[in-house]
C-alpha cells in the first residue's frame, strides 16, 4: 500500500484529509515565491504531530519562515501534560528528574541543541538561542539550565503530579524496559496518553521561500540512567537538514540512532538520489544490520522531506505515525511502513 492510501482524515481538525498530490506532482521544483499546493509544507512525527503542524502551519501560512514554524510546533508537545515524553509531564529518570534534549537546524547548518535540561519547559526554544546567542551547538546539564535562565526562561517543575505517579509506580519494581510502541493513539481526538511510550516530536518544514528547517524534542526515555542524553539534541542523529537536499528526524531509542548518525544518514541517502521513504527504509536496516539482536526488540523510525516537498517515513516496527500538512493545509496522519509488520 502506498502512502498515498494510507492517509486517515483528521476529525480533530476537521480538515478534509483528501490526499495530498501524488509524489510526482510534489516531485516538482518549489516554487521561488511560494509553494503549488500539495507539496507537504510541514511534517512531523507521531499523531500529536498534527497539533505541532498546525502551529507550524500558522506561520508559514503567513509566508513566515520554516525556523519559526519548527519551533513554534514543538512547544505544541512540550506545553502539552497530556504527552509524558516531551516537556513538561514528560516522565522522569530513575531519580526522579524530567531531563529534557532538544535541537533545532536550519538549511544553512546553522543548529543548537540542549540535552538533560531541567527545570525549563521549553528547551526547543533553548536551543534555538544557543545557535542564535552563543559560539556553541550543544549546552548540557546544569549550563544549559543556567544559559536558559540568563535568556529570561522562567524556571518551574516539569514533574506533573500524573508523571510523579508513573514514577512512584515504576519504583516497586525499579524494572527498566523500555516499551515499544504498540498502537496509533487517538491523541488528536483528545485522548488522553498513558502508555509509557518512547517518543520525540520531530518536526521538519518547507517555507514559501523554499528554505527548510527541522527540530526535535523529548524527555527521553522514561526512567532512564540519570544523566542518559539520546539522539534528539545530537546534530546528525536526532535531526539533520542540508538546505541543498532534504531534512531528517528520528524517534525511538535514540541510542541505536546515534550509532548509525541516523538522521544524516537518511539526508545523504536523499543525496544519492532515494526518495524520502526509500532513504528511510534503508537507515532503517542499516540500524538493523548493525545489532540485530538489540534492533529488533525496540523501535526505531525516521521521518524524512526533501527541498521538492516530498515526505515520508519509515520504522523497525508497526505503530509509528507521522502527521503532514501541505500548502493548502489539508492535514493527514500516515502510518509508517515498518520492516515487522505486528
Ligand atoms: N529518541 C529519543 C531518545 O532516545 O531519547
Known sequence: MNDRRRFLKSAALGTAAAA????????????????????VRV???????????????AILSQDGHSLD?????????EADI?????????????????????????????CGGVACLEDIEHAVSVARLVMEKTPHVLLVGDGARQFALSQGFKQRNLLTPAADKAWHEWLKTSHYQPEIN????????????????HDTIGILALDAHGKLAGACTTSGAAWKLHGRVGDSPIIGAGLYVDGEIGAATSTGMGEEVIRNAGSFLVVELMRQGRSPTEACKEAV???????PSTACKTQVAFLAMNKAGEAGGYAIQRGFSYAVCDAKNQSALIPSASVFPA
Open 43 to 57: 511534517v512531523s512525527t507521531w499523531d500529536f504531530g498534527i497539533a505541532a503542524n498546525q502551529a507550524a502551519w
Open 20 to 39: 495530498l498530490s501524488p509524489l510526482a506532482e510534489a516531485a516538482r521544483p518549489v516554487a521561488k515565491t511560494r509553494a503549488p499546493a500539495g507539496v
Open 82 to 110: 497530556r504527552n509524558h515524553s516531551v516537556g513538561l509531564g514528560g516522565y522522569p529518570d530513575r531519580d526522579g528528574h524530567v531531563t529534557l534534549d532538544a535541537s533545532i537546524m536550519d538549511s544553512d547548518a546553522n
Open 69 to 77: 514554524a519548527v519551533e513554534a510546533g514543538a512547544r505544541v508537545p
Open 182 to 197: 504498540s498502537e496509533v493513539r487517538d491523541y488528536g481526538a483528545g485522548v488522553p496518553i498513558d502508555k509509557d511510550n
Open 285 to 291: 536496516l542499516r540500524v538493523l544490520h548493525k545489532h
